[in-house]
């Protein structure tokens, strides 16, 4: 079988389609699918957000810390790792917006200067910290005012500017699954590119129009939305940025728009021009991304085990400061900018100098150029860590929604579900070490083969010299997140 990349980078893979699969296709395909998933969503969210203002307040006893922190996290990064990027599909923050439009559309563009993932990046930062100092996994009424505040930002973005403007630019869970899918088996793609070749319409992007009437002098009323974030679907390449709303799948004339296999982590190692996004290698701002990514997996991990305590107790003495406001912002600025600034830049200066470049004026810049290219390499790896870490509280935890539940039902003077069974609980933790491994193994090996890949291409006859800084430097960072997984784990949400 055939493994070799096609013009538009993909892999010649047999194609497994889910809108050509019995069921499954003919609900995608069905034009209110999306928002019957995001109805079912919205629902959740809001029982969510009422047990987490009245519900129990001990964090255990509560599905909104339980189901948002345990479940949710484990089922998204499952989703992601089995099949794409399904939440982002069936997103419960879209559907307020989409009411609103039905009221008034926006017409704002987002402005040029901040088309960038900076303010996403940021965003994605602040949750990671804003997670550990207020505790949120153990604060169920801060959990609900963080879905509100989540709900509130989007309709504000999105009713001030067209397009999927919260989703592309400023959704920190959207940046995280952008990157994450870069590893996902399924991507929604041209079935056919020649039929994309003979479109004049173009109709997956800019959407589908009525026929005016013959005497009209209005606009045509537009139907059917195309992709709101600029993913022309013909010179589209992999799955960043693409949320999985098949907005392409309901606009095509032609229907040839699939969500078809295709090889894990392939995206990483070429670099064609890719429609909404140009060359990856010319992207600081989602390289930096990808960095945060990698190193917040790792710092996410980090807080939840024992040497975390002890070193805040040696900072808070030595800094004279109780602040876990001080404290944590400095591990973060440390562990989110400082440490990847260092380990990048000197790994790829490294691989720079070993690869057979001289010093020389620009070198600097050489050097820059580098580790904006390898730094998607950390992809994989980054991935990995955070499939091991939060699998490990999903299935260490994986029953225990059940006499929660029981709990939340008794409390309504329902007895159906019966007495609650406090003895549920999970896998053993001995069980689940061999899948975090395997998880950071999993990744590991992604991150080894995207490096042999890019460096045969940018290296050719030095691509061994090339690859093995970053090689050592994956190694080092997978050993670290296996020393972290293997530490004893705070039980975040749950009584074990």
């Known amino acids: 079988m055939s493994l070799r990349p096609s013009p538009h980078g993909h892999t010649a893979l047999p194609r497994l389609d889910w809108l050509r699969l019995p069921l499954i296709g003919g609900f995608l395909r069905w034009k209110h699918a999306r928002l019957g998933m995001q109805s079912v969503m ?33 089922a998204l990064v499952l989703g992601l790792l089995l099949l794409g990027n399904v939440f982002c599909m069936g997103c419960p923050l879209m559907l307020p917006r989409e009411l609103f439009r039905r009221i008034r559309e926006p017409r704002r563009t987002w402005p040029r200067v901040l088309r960038r993932k900076w303010i996403g990046l940021g965003l994605f930062a602040l949750a990671l910290f804003t997670y550990e100092w207020l505790d949120l996994w153990a604060s169920p009424a801060a959990t609900a005012w963080a879905i509100i505040a989540y709900f509130a930002a989007a309709l504000f973005v999105d009713a001030l500017f067209r397009g999927a403007s919260f989703c592309k630019w400023v959704c920190p869970v959207g ?43 209005t606009a045509p009323r537009r139907v059917q939305r195309g992709c709101e974030l ?47 996004l140009g060359r990856l290698s010319n992207r600081s701002d989602l390289a930096a991304l990808t960095v945060v990514f990698a190193f917040g997996a790792l710092l996410n991990a980090f807080g939840m085990v ?16 109780e602040s876990d406001f001080v404290i944590l912002g400095i591990l973060f600025v440390l562990g989110l900018a400082v440490l990847p600034l260092i380990t990048v830049g ?23 150029s580098h580790a904006r290219r390898f730094s998607f390499t950390l992809a994989p790896l980054g991935f990995g860590v955070w499939l091991a870490h939060y699998c490990f509280h999903f299935l260490t935890g994986l029953w225990t929604f059940i ?77 670290t997140a296996l020393w972290l997984l293997a530490q004893p784990m705070e039980m975040r949400g749950t009584f074990l």
């Open 346 to 368: 000197a790994t790829a200066w490294l691989a720079d100098r070993k690869s057979g470049q001289e010093p020389q004026a620009g070198a600097l810049a050489r050097a820059f």
């Open 42 to 74: 919205a629902v959740l969210a809001a029982l969510l957000v009422v047990e987490g203002l009245f519900g129990p307040e001990l964090a255990p006893k509560n599905l909104s810390t339980l189901l948002v922190w345990v479940y949710w996290r484990g």
């Open 403 to 479: 006499p929660v539940a029981q709990h939340a039902a008794e409390r309504h003077g329902l007895s159906g579900l019966g007495r609650p069974q406090w003895g549920l609980g999970g896998l053993h933790e001995a069980w689940v070490w061999p899948i975090e491994v395997g998880f950071v193994l999993f990744g590991l090996i992604g991150s080894l083969a995207v490096t042999w890949s890019l460096a045969e291409r940018d290296f050719g006859v030095h691509r061994a010299r090339a690859f093995r800084p970053w090689a050592g430097l994956h190694l080092v960072y997978a050993c």
């Open 230 to 276: 600029d993913l022309f679907l013909p010179a589209k390449v992999g799955n960043i940025d693409c949320t999985f709303c098949l907005d392409c799948v309901h606009a095509c004339p032609e229907d040839n728009v699939a969500v078809a296999l295709r090889l894990p982590a392939e995206e990483l190692r070429v670099d064609p021009m890719r429609s909404g």
């Open 306 to 321: 024992g040497p975390v305590y002890a070193l805040q107790r040696c900072m808070a003495a030595r800094l004279g400061t």
């Open 175 to 217: 940046q995280f699954n952008f990157i994450a899918s870069t590893l996902s088996p399924f991507e929604v793609k041209a079935r056919d590119h020649t039929v994309c070749q003979s479109c004049t319409t173009k109709d997956c992007i800019k959407g589908t129009f009525e026929a005016p009437a013959a005497a009209s002098t």
